[in-house]
């Protein structure tokens, strides 16, 4: 039976050796006290011993708390492997047994990680297997800032892990050091800022810590680091702790690692610790952080900060030539819309418009020209675009490229004879006399004339002919109006508000119209209204009206009057909606002599009155509309105190897409074509001055120049017949009829093109004025509150297109409007 017994515990041995031999077993010590057992070597508590029986090299761990039981902690089969391992766990093991009561699972623990990491110290070990007691001990404590093969400390490991209790206690107890780098270059606040862990970096700059702007091996401080992830509440807890916005890396500085990787969060939080960071030069192209953008939003959030839109770089490239380059058209639009020049001239002389035709970018070739990129400008090789496009364009875009240039009177260039010069390109006209230079003048003079020391307010120059402008509504299509009125300035040398005495618009017509009169260039209203769109039209319809109220009061101003510019006469189109039917009103920057209507409509109702005054006002708050509470002390406001952003407003507040402003809805639902409202308005003017005796004051209308929004595509409507169903079958057909009958209806009222436009040009032939109607026809229907770039950038090339088709009549109407 003995002998059965020692048989089979000498199975079990060899089958353990093939098992797992580095296992942790609880064994009693009595078997190692008979024959065939021999003591190797003693150290501490750790035994090593030969069991000749099976041939097997076995360590044990002496045990206080058990005498007669043991731990195996291996048992090998070879003498090497027993030699090798036995002095790593007599030493390592010594500060965990002397400092903890152990059990054999945090034995099995320790003495797994001592085998996957014989380079670790006793400290490493601890904070890897969460056993901090072990910090305090002496010989720990001269390990803790002991390296590895890979040089990571045991700080390493615990910012590596996340650990912060760890981290604390090696800091404040064992005064482990911040800036030892491990082999890559890398201090522990590197490893911190990889991980999720704020507070870790928190502790770590809570004292002086030296390693926050040490850079590794990659060039990257903990600062680039952080950016490069995204960790945006690391990149705080840097900030704070220290660390430098002005370290540059291997690249540039953290900012443009942040941009790189388009981490929004980690650019906002270096821009408020550092406002300088916005036009930091990287260390290779000398870019600031706009060159390197890939994303519309990232552009958004540096020019929001005014970042320089055309910075050029060492290699002479500006932001948009980079993204023009990388074909990223929602970003480089952004840039145009912020005042990026199409025509800044870059390495080799070359435009972004010369770029994209290099790499056949269709989308931005369209976008760039309708934002004015010069198609005749040469580059120092003497190359136009043109030219370009006809020499490297390939492929199945090559034709739609050559064709689509061509339709806006893009010449196919030639490349220019060997030794000349490139012909210089200037397309800009003289700056005209502005009419305020001509206001101040001819007042300046008056004085002189009438020996006065004091000049009087001026009065407009007599002319022959009055000039009306109207502008329809459409919602984000103005942006078709202020293209067309950009090629009409470009034809006349003049800006708008100096060719025309009257302007009328309707909603976004309207809106324009009040821009024109307070001086603003259409360039910038182009942009702004590329910008207007993301402000305005956020989530679904009806949309919130703050986002467009405040729009309009930035670009007017809060308080502006209609009254507080008087030339040209302006006429904004709006509905009256607390009466059935409703009725057209008009705002107006100058009050109408009094004229004798006939009243539309009997009524019995009582209403606020219409023309004097246009709304009320209660200790400072103007209110526009009816209440059924009239507030305490009111008082009238006339025409003439009426708010710029009122009357925009109002004109602007389409049924659906915005709620009514007070009583005031779209004037699109009456007049989205206001030409005849606006004739109809001059003439009632003219008629009540030479009532009032005023008749050398009243001008013949001389021409009318009427812009649309451009014209949607007809399409087959295929029932409007709307009647009362017998069957489910019935009831789909009668659905469908009225869904369309309804967009017809709409669509009949605001229509801005078609008997409008004959009635008014029917009209003018009349009375012999000149008329002009320009509204290009859109392959597409464009939504009112469309906000895709790539449809308003292709609804504008085909605008560019009908201009060029058109430019004979352009320089004939540019004419007229000067002669007169």
Known sequence: MQFLGRLLDTVSSVSTLFTNPYRVKDVPLSDYGGGGKEVLKEEGRIVLYKNTQCQSWDCLLMNPETPTMVWRLFQVSSEEDAMNWFPQYALKLRPFYEILSLKAETVQTIVDCIRSHPDWSSAHIAVETGLRECLKHNYVQSQINAQDASGQTPLHLACKSGDLVCVKELL????????????????????????????????????????????????????????????????????????????????????????????????????????????????????????????????????????????????????????????????????????????????????????????????????????????????????????????????????????????????????????????????????????????????????????????????????????????????????????????????????????????????????????????????????????????????????????????????????????????????????????HPGELHIFRNYNPPSVRREPPYTTAATFMPLTIPQGWEDEDVLIVGYTEEPPRKRRKVTDEEQLVWRAARSSGAAPTYFRPMGRFLDGGLLANNPTLDAMTEIHQYNKGLKAEGYQKDTNKLGIVVSLGTGKPPQVVVNSVDVFRPSNPLELAKSFVGAKELGKMLVDCCTDSDGCAVDRARAWCEMIDTIYHRLSPQLSQEVMLDEVSDAVLVDMLWETQMYLYEKREVLQSLAKTLLDN
């Open 172 to 579: 404040e107890e064992s005064q482990a050091r911040t800036d030892i780098k491990d082999h890559s270059g890398e201090t522990p606040i590197h490893y911190a800022s990889k991980q999720d862990s704020p507070v870790i970096i928190q502790a770590m700059c809570s004292r002086l810590c030296s390693g926050v702007n040490e850079l590794n091996n990659n060039g990257e401080t903990p600062l680039h680091v952080a950016c490069r992830l995204g960790r945006v509440e690391n990149v705080k807890a840097l900030l704070v702790g220290g660390a430098k916005c002005d370290v540059i890396g291997n690249k540039g500085y953290p900012i443009h690692t942040a941009m790189k990787y388009s981490e929004k969060g980690c650019v906002e939080e270096i821009l408020k610790a550092d406002p300088s960071q916005l036009q930091a030069e990287d260390s290779v192209y000398g870019g600031t952080p706009l060159h390197w953008t890939k994303t519309a939003e990232m552009c958004r959030l540096l020019l929001d900060h005014s970042c320089e839109v055309n910075y050029l770089s060492k290699t002479g490239e500006s932001p948009l030539h980079i993204l023009t380059k990388k074909h990223r058209f929602e970003a480089s639009m952004v840039l145009l819309t912020h005042g990026a020049d199409a025509n800044l001239k870059g390495q080799d002389g070359n435009t972004a418009l010369h770029l994209a035709m290099k790499m056949d970018h269709i989308d931005l070739i369209k976008a760039l020209i309708v934002f004015g990129a010069d198609v005749e400008i040469h580059n120092d090789l003497g190359e136009t675009p043109g030219l370009i496009a006809a020499r490297t364009s390939k492929g199945p875009n090559r034709k739609i490229l050559l064709d689509m240039l061509c339709s806006v009177g893009v010449q196919r260039c030639h490349p220019p004879s060997p030794g000349s010069p490139p012909p210089i390109s200037n397309k800009t006209r003289p700056q005209g006399i502005g009419f305020d230079d001509i206001m101040y003048v001819g007042a300046a003079m008056g004085a002189i004339n009438r020996g006065l020391t004091e000049i009087d307010s001026p009065k407009m120059e007599k002319r022959k002919m009055d000039r009306l402008l109207c502008l329809d509504g459409g919602g984000i299509k103005g942006l078709v109006l202020i293209q067309m009125l950009i090629a009409l300035e470009r034809e006349a040398g003049r800006p708008t508000r100096e060719l025309f005495d009257w302007i009328a618009g309707t909603s976004t017509g309207g809106i324009l119209a009040l821009a024109i009169i307070h001086g603003k260039s259409m360039e910038y209203l182009r942009c702004l209204y590329f910008r207007m769109k993301e402000q305005v039209f956020k989530g679904s319809r009806p949309y919130e009206t703050m986002p467009l109220e405040d729009f309009l009061k930035n670009e007017f101003g809060e308080n502006t009057k209609m009254t507080d510019i008087q030339y040209p006469r302006v006429m904004v189109t709006s509905v009256l909606a607390d009466r």
